[in-house]
């Protein structure tokens, strides 16, 4: 049997563990990039059925209707690099005055419509201080060594707690309402996200705001197009595919919301054959020089959600 040099089996040996490390890191990767599963922060289950104090949201409406700029057909956009100092205050304000809410003491179509806005604001918000990027990806600031985004960092205290994106869509949102057009609400600022549109939800539009969205996402390409006879989503509905199970799964929602045209299509497809998502930012005026980690792009990968 041969021997070999000193060195060269330390070396063997540091590659092998760096091959191994490798692996692990690989994995901790994908397991980050999963989405995360509806997990109740029991904290937030207290409402009182009998309040009648509603949330002002007039600030956040009159902040979209003026950046927003919604494209039928297209992705809405917003106008990061236009908005004033003034309005970027503003934003903030309103922030901070959700935040200092006691929103435990509300009927549950206030603290829906606050949840909502809320996530949305923030999400702008968090944009807005770092850009200008291509990606929300880009904007590395929640905590881990494999963390991507800003979705796990704390941004706002309420009632005493600091609360992250991932809080209010996965541990608030979610599991409280379990209503899978939740994802039609809140905005991620990317291309392939359903839209940021120019108005606040309320207690008295959300369930027309709810239906709009999935309407509106369900019949954009970016939602669901058949190519081949074959059926391709957004990565949303693999992601959160147990989100749709209350009307079916996937493609029984689909066809719950799809037009005419689509639900003809469908009436002939049982399956998903693949999916895909564009990370690009939701940004009316693009910075052409920022380095991006995003990948962005519109892709669809094989096989079924």
């Not at 000193?6 to 590659?15: D, M, N, Q, T």
């Not at 059925?49 to 979209?64: C, E, G, M, P, V």
């Not at 702008?124 to 960092?153: E, Q, T």
Request: charged share 20%; glycine share 8%; aromatic share 10%.
């Amino acid at each position: 049997m041969p021997k070999f040099p000193v060195s060269f089996s330390i070396a063997r040996r540091a590659l092998l563990a760096l091959t191994a490390l490798a692996a692990v890191s690989m994995g901790l990767v994908q397991a980050s990039q999963a989405a995360p599963s509806a997990e109740l922060w029991a904290r937030w289950s207290t409402h009182d059925a009998n309040a009648q104090t509603t949330i002002d949201h007039r600030a956040w409406d009159r902040f979209l209707k003026r950046y927003v700029t919604e494209r039928p057909g297209r992705a809405n956009l917003v106008a990061y690099g236009k908005v004033s100092r003034a309005d970027a205050r503003a934003l903030q304000g309103y922030i901070d005055g959700l935040a200092a809410l006691p929103i435990s003491t509300y009927n549950r179509p206030e603290q829906f419509a606050y949840w909502i806005n809320l996530y949305n604001a923030l999400t702008v918000n968090v944009v807005l201080d770092h850009y200008p990027v291509k990606g929300i990806r880009d904007i590395d600031i929640s905590p881990g060594w494999f963390a991507d985004g800003p979705w796990g960092k704390k941004l706002v205290t309420i009632e005493g707690e600091d609360v992250s994106l991932d809080d209010i869509e996965h541990r608030i949102l979610r599991p409280i309402w379990q209503d899978p057009r939740i994802h039609y609400a809140v905005n991620c600022a990317s291309i392939g996200c359903p839209d940021l549109v120019k108005q606040a939800v309320t207690a008295d539009n959300a369930e027309a705001y709810l239906t709009a969205g999935a309407r509106n996402y369900v019949n954009d390409p970016r939602g669901a197009q058949i190519r081949g006879g074959k059926l391709y989503v957004s990565s949303i509905y693999n992601w959160f595919e147990e989100d749709f199970a209350v009307d079916g799964g996937v493609v029984a929602h689909l066809k719950k919301y799809a037009n005419p045209d689509l639900a003809s299509y469908l009436a002939q497809i049982d399956e998903v054959s693949g999916d895909g998502y564009d990370w690009a930012l939701n940004d009316a005026a693009p910075a052409r020089t920022v380095r991006s980690n995003s990948g962005t792009g519109r892709t669809f990968s094989g096989g079924g959600s």
